[in-house]
């Protein structure tokens, strides 16, 4: 499936309307260069699974947990990961597996540790089309 954002607020509100399907052990990979967008994104995802914090992408922590909202999110930013193995010492697979909704940004960076299925979330820029232009695409990835 491919969305349209013409403006962040549009980028916003994809992520919140994705959000509002979401149910415990969904992963969602986001995918995208700097500058795309994947902070709005996460930031309509938060609200949409009704986080009322303000999220930001947690680059050097890895993993900020929220749960306040109806399912615990567990937003992830994976760019700094230098070893996948990493990923085990913070729950990674735990939390993956758990009872919530994981948000995977830089999810392209760590192909050995995806689930075998996911939502892949690409976000991309078309200048041609415009400054504040994204084309979202919506993946099915794996099978259950």
């Not at 947690?58 to 230098?82: A, M």
């Amino acid at each position: 499936m491919i969305k349209e954002s013409f403006k962040s607020e549009d980028t916003y509100q994809i992520g919140y309307e994705i959000a509002q399907q979401a149910k415990a052990g969904d992963a969602y990979c986001l995918i995208g260069d700097l500058g795309v967008g994947k902070t709005v994104f996460s930031q309509g995802f938060g609200a949409g699974i009704g986080i009322r914090d303000m999220i930001n992408s947690p680059t050097f922590t890895i993993v900020q947990v929220y749960d306040e909202g109806r399912l615990p999110f567990y937003h992830f930013d994976v760019y700094r990961i230098s070893d996948e193995d990493e990923l085990l010492e913070i729950g990674f697979d735990e939390m993956i597996d758990g009872e919530g909704v994981s948000l995977i940004e830089w999810a392209d960076l760590i192909p050995g540790s995806l689930p075998p299925h996911y939502t892949e979330i690409r976000i991309e820029k078309d200048l041609e089309k415009g400054f504040d232009y994204r084309k979202i695409s919506i993946i099915e990835v794996g099978g259950l």
